[in-house]
T-cell receptor, first 118, second 113 residues
């Protein structure tokens, strides 16, 4: 069966410090991968998605970047964090295929990472 | 107007009650609909997909009304363990023109003993 893990689960970072959140998926090949952010009291906002190694699409302009160095690894980074970057970050995956990107297929979330920028 | 809109609640109901949530969406071309459940400080988990003809899974019933552009979730015989936030998810065109799963902000349910 497929599993998805992300880490760290919680972190407190000072403004201006770098960030690296990592996510790995097991039990599937060439998944579509996603990074979402959930701010307090708000819906999930799609930040990045990837259909393959090295292929990253950004949905919103922001202070963050994403990379996919391996098929089942997805990394969210920032060189300098802002206070507004605080939130709950969720990695997710769905079945492969550009045709199925964002289609009716279910997406599955990792456990999430709580980031507080102070 | 938000692309996907939900009443944030909270809905406070006694155990055994029946409760229903609605979710409205703005894009009439939307094709896929889901309900996710999110426990406090946890990741969302798929509760059920919503099919055009409506569908049921145990105590949960989901319905789609395309004409009025809303989906609903009905929970019968509420349990304490049903307390959570329920997220409405719709397949919409994103700001970049790509189709994307758009999440509502969620409706919080609190089932009381």
């Amino acid at each position: 069966s497929q599993t998805i893990h992300q880490w760290p689960a919680t972190l407190v970072q000072p403004v201006g410090s770098p960030l690296s959140l990592e996510c790995t998926v097991e039990g599937t090949s060439n998944p579509n991968l996603y990074w979402y952010r959930q701010a307090a009291g708000r819906g999930l906002q799609l930040l990045f998605y990837s259909v393959g190694i090295g292929q990253i699409s950004s949905e919103v302009p922001q202070n963050l970047s994403a990379s996919r160095p391996q098929d089942r690894q997805f990394i969210l980074s920032s060189k300098k964090l802002l206070l507004s970057d605080s939130g709950f970050y969720l990695c997710a995956w769905s079945v492969t295929g550009r045709d199925t990107l964002f289609s009716g297929n279910t997406i599955y979330f990792g456990e999430g990472s709580w980031l507080t920028v102070v | 107007r938000k692309e996907v809109e939900q009443d944030p609640g909270p809905f406070n109901v006694p155990e055994g009650a029946t409760v229903a949530f609605n979710c409205t969406y703005s894009n009439s071309a939307s094709q896929s609909f889901f309900w996710y459940r999110q426990d406090c400080r946890k990741e969302p988990k798929l509760l059920m997909s919503v099919y055009s003809s409506g569908n049921e899974d145990g105590r949960f019933t989901a319905q789609l009304n395309r004409a009025s552009q809303y989906i609903s979730l009905l929970i019968r015989d509420s349990k304490l363990s049903d307390s959570a936030t329920y997220l409405c998810v719709v397949n919409l065109h994103s700001t970049t023109g790509r189709r994307a799963l758009t999440f509502g902000s969620g409706t919080r349910l609190q089932v009381q003993p």
